[in-house]
């Protein structure tokens, strides 16, 4: 029986599968739970992270840079991702010229962003 064409692996698509999924997403979790100061969410995380790699390293999941550069991958997406928030989530300041009345500046034409 054949596969549809959109199985993997299609061609040559093994850069994609280069670093593991699995602790790259766990290494962001525990990061994501240190950010919101529940260590103990992060430590189990990370434990279950420990866990995982030495599961794929025994089944012969993943080679062991594939681990390697997860733990990596998940620091990068991780970066990037708060790097994109906080970019994309910029509040208005408070016009120096209002006295620090947030209610009239908010209802002023110009938001403190430059924008009419």
């Known amino acids: 029986m054949k596969g549809s064409g959109v199985d993997f692996p299609v061609g040559n698509v093994s850069f994609f599968?280069?670093?593991?999924g699995h602790v790259a997403a766990s290494v962001i979790a525990s990061l994501d739970m240190r950010r919101m100061?529940?260590?103990?969410?992060a430590i189990l995380f990370d434990i279950f992270n420990v866990l995982q790699f030495v599961r794929l390293l025994s089944t012969r999941g993943h080679y062991t840079i594939d681990?390697?550069?997860g733990?990596?991958?998940?620091?990068l997406f991780d970066s990037i991702a708060g790097k994109y928030i906080h970019k994309s989530h910029k509040t208005?300041?408070?016009?120096p010229n209002s006295n620090g009345d947030r209610k009239?500046?908010?209802?002023?034409p110009k938001l403190g962003n430059g924008t009419q």
Do not use: N
């Open 17 to 20: 599968l280069f670093y593991s």
């Open 37 to 41: 100061q529940r260590s103990e969410l």
């Open 67 to 69: 681990l390697v550069v």
């Open 71 to 75: 733990i990596g991958a998940g620091m």
């Open 92 to 95: 208005p300041t408070i016009d």
């Open 104 to 108: 009239a500046f908010l209802a002023s």
